[in-house]
């Protein structure tokens, strides 16, 4: 983690790290939109130096925690074939691809199915995607790494670090998973 009293000391990449916390700063109600402009602006080279704290899982390295509790920023590690569950948040969220590819898999509540989920969409996303959803989207997803090399991404949550374990509100079974 970057402490915040040393931020501004940093020499470049540091520069777009702090452009990101800037931007983040200016959150309020349209805070997609702002975490989607802000990931965006993420220089890629401040990956180099960081590393995953598990290589043989999904792991989360925390980059910055804003001091006024209202968000963090972390840097997911995709190691080859890992993957979340299916999942949906407890709070809006943004996320931008910067290495290697994470293929994203969105599901719909199957109300006929005891609230199982069913797969509706599919997406390859590669560097340089940025996505994710507002609260109010309802966006359930499971996310994985497709590829045989280390991918990483860098995520925006509206949420302090110290206020929850991590951002998954609920993990969900797809209704395919019944039988067993």
Known sequence: ???????ESLPAPADALRGLVHTCDTLDAAFFAGARKAVSAVDASLLND?????PTKVSRT???CDPMNRFGIWVLWWPPGS?????????????GVYR???EEVLY???DNNGGRVTECERYIRTPGYVGG?????KVIHRMSNPDDGLAASVHLYAYHPHQHVNSIAQS???????AS
């Open 1 to 7: 983690m970057l402490p915040i009293a040393n931020l």
């Open 50 to 54: 960081m590393a995953p704290a598990d």
């Open 62 to 64: 925390l980059a910055w």
């Open 83 to 95: 993957a979340t569950p299916i999942h949906n948040h407890h709070c809006s969220c943004a996320f």
């Open 100 to 102: 290697g590819r994470i």
């Open 108 to 110: 719909r509540i199957d």
């Open 133 to 137: 959803g507002s609260l109010d989207s």
């Open 172 to 178: 969900f079974l797809e209704s395919a998973d019944l």
